[in-house]
């Protein structure tokens, strides 16, 4: 662990020195890039001094600059494209019964690790339920929990299920939970890298929603069928599988309310 600079490689730009959140780089006095010891600690091997740097001349935690891969100048999206993927994502109420297969999610997670975590910390640990038998056993645990519950929405999910429609987990074949340990960011941590998650499976042609009725039994400690990581708290919950619905239009949505300063 650590930050390495090869000097013969170095160009002296000073891309580090801007681009480090903690100022760890800074210009020697003989022109030359140094490491400020006394901040290196502050690191948080986000890795952007190795990304913005042209010479491949910083090795961060063992890994050298020459060895990322590269980002093409204009990654090719129209803004027009991107902001009609971002507005059509629906969170998606009926699910085909079709696996989502391995590669896909893993393709996904992979994204969701370049999500925004606070101090870098990356904390997120997955639970992702794919076995049909505990999915199944999920299911089972949730429906005491509405057959009792108070409100009438919370009720109306287990009379659906009594007239043999799954409104709990909409069909669903599989359930994501991100898991964090308890810290102040952990749910905002989670949140962040279920949204990029949610639209890398988007991506992917894979929907998703969130459920916030798995959430909130795990919370509760209610459910055995989902192992959340020991030390850590389950922060999101998402429904993934293939649509069964398809979505002619956009919906409406009330304008933003934004003061402008
Ligand atoms: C925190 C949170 C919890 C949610 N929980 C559920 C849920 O338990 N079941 C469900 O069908 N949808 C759930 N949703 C999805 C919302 O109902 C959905 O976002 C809303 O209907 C609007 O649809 P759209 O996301 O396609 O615009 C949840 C959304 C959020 C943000």
Redesign the pocket.
Known sequence: MGIEILHDRCLSCECCVSACRRYIFRMGGKGKIEIDQNLLPLCMHCGHCTAVCPGEAIVLDGVPSASLPELPANLGLSPDALMLFLKS???V?AYSSREVPREVLEKALDAANYAPSARGAHPVRWVVITEPANRERLLQEMLPYYEHAEDVTSRSHYENYLKGVDSLL?YAPCIVLACAPEHVYGEADCVSAATYLSLALYAQGVAS???????ALTRQGSLKSVAVPEGCEAYAAL?VGYPDENFLKL?H?PDPVVTFM
Do not use: E, F
């Open positions: 994502k629906r969170s109420g909409r929603c969130w459920a916030g009725s798995i959430l429904m919906p949505r």
